[in-house]
Structures are given as structure tokens and as C-alpha cells.
């Protein structure tokens, strides 16, 4: 399996601009996370799916932020419209069922806003 | 809410232990361990499910005592490839919380 697919890898767009970052979970995983990374912040979850279900988006930080989940293999993340303050790694994680259970983690997208 | 992480920060020679410890202040079920190098996703290590168990993966083992909502994770006769931000997640009903990490680097 090649793991969970995230792209783009890097993304640099400028104030104001939408942005829209891709995950493909491993296939027949069924749950799918969303987490941003930044250095004041540490990893925070953003928003999780349980066979494409939004269960808790508690944690996407505004309005601006949208998560959509088509169907198993594939998921996105919206910024619109984009700030400064968005800049970060966005990691998406995916795993087998609910539970206890171990989370793989995508390679990570890159995001600088100017 | 999410866990406490303790140390912040920690530097090693090869083949020096160190521990890592975790604690929330709201019930645990389970706690996660994962270790992320830098630029690199986080990699899972290990769960623990029940009170007072322990694991181990290869010389890094964790406890979790369930009562004190803690664990704590073990590296012996530590690895220059152990270098790196370990996390500790705390899962409620799929909500995974992870700690703020400790950044452990261990130097020749």
C-alpha cells in the first residue's frame, strides 16, 4: 500500500487566496483526521470522519476552514479566504474503524501564506 | 483538553536512558505514543490500553497508570536514530488530543 497520499506537498499562496489540500486515506481505513502542526501550537486536531461522517469539528479554528469527505478515498481541506496566521503543516491521518487503534500519518502539506 | 507533556526537552549521550512522561487531567482510555523526525510525519510507536500496562518496543517501553491518568514512555541504552519530538495522544471517543512533545536528541 502506498500510505496515506497528501497533496500538494508544499503550497505557498498569498493572503486572501483559497487553498485546498488533498488526502487519500489508506484504502479500507475509515476514519480520516485532519491535524495542523505549527511550533506555537504543537499538533491540533481539526476535524475527524468516521465512514466519511464529520463526527467533531470542533476543532477547525473559523468559518474560513472546511473539510469535505466525497467518499472513502478522498478528503479536502478548504481555506477560504487564506491569512497569514494559516501557514502550517496540515497532516492528514488514517486508520481502521473506531477505537484504539494506530493512526498513519500522511507525508504532510506545507502551507506558507504571505 | 490537551495532555501534559514533560520534559520539554531532552539531551542524551548514545546509550543513556531517559523517560517521558504524560498526564491528563481528565480520564484516559487509551494513550498513544508517536515519534516525529524532523520535517517527517509522526510515526505511530505504540497504545496502551489498560491500567498499569506496560509495552515495549524494541528497548523503548510505556506504562500507564490508569488511576494517576499518566504514562510515561521508557528509552534505554538510547540510539542516535532515537533523536526526534515524541508525542503522547489521548483518545476519548475517536477525539485524539496530542501533548505540546518532548524534543529528544541524542548525540555520540
Known amino acids: 500500500d502506498a500510505g496515506v497520499i497528501q497533496s500538494p506537498r508544499h503550497e505557498v499562496t498569498e493572503m486572501g487566496q483559497e487553498v485546498t489540500l488533498r488526502c487519500k486515506p489508506i484504502?479500507?481505513?475509515?476514519?480520516l483526521f485532519w491535524y495542523r502542526q505549527t511550533m506555537m501550537r504543537g499538533l491540533e486536531l481539526l476535524i475527524y470522519f468516521n465512514n466519511n461522517v464529520p463526527i467533531d469539528d470542533s476543532g477547525m479554528p473559523e468559518d474560513r476552514f472546511s473539510a469535505k469527505m466525497p467518499n472513502a478515498s478522498f478528503s479536502t481541506l478548504k481555506i477560504q479566504p487564506s491569512e497569514p496566521r494559516d501557514s502550517a503543516v496540515y497532516f492528514c491521518?488514517?486508520?481502521?474503524?473506531?477505537?484504539?487503534?494506530?493512526?498513519?500519518f500522511g507525508p504532510g502539506t506545507r502551507l506558507t501564506v504571505l | 483538553q490537551q495532555p501534559v507533556q514533560s520534559p520539554q526537552a531532552v539531551i542524551l549521550r548514545e546509550g543513556e536512558d531517559a523517560v517521558i512522561n504524560c498526564s491528563s487531567s481528565?480520564?484516559?482510555?487509551?494513550v498513544h505514543w508517536y515519534r516525529q523526525k524532523h520535517g517527517e510525519a509522526p510515526v505511530f510507536l505504540m497504545i496502551l490500553l489498560k491500567g498499569g500496562e506496560q509495552k515495549g518496543h524494541e528497548k523503548i517501553s510505556a506504562s500507564f497508570n490508569e488511576k494517576k491518568q499518566q504514562s510515561s514512555l521508557y528509552l534505554t541504552a538510547s540510539q542516535l536514530s532515537y533523536s526526534g519530538t515524541y508525542f503522547c495522544?489521548?483518545?476519548?471517543?475517536?477525539?485524539?488530543?496530542f501533548g505540546a512533545g518532548t524534543r529528544l536528541t541524542v548525540k555520540p
Open positions: 491521518a488514517s486508520r481502521y474503524a473506531q477505537g484504539s487503534i494506530e493512526q498513519f
Open positions: 484504502s479500507g481505513h475509515n476514519s
Open positions: 481528565k480520564a484516559l482510555y487509551s
Open positions: 495522544g489521548t483518545e476519548r471517543n475517536n477525539d485524539m488530543r
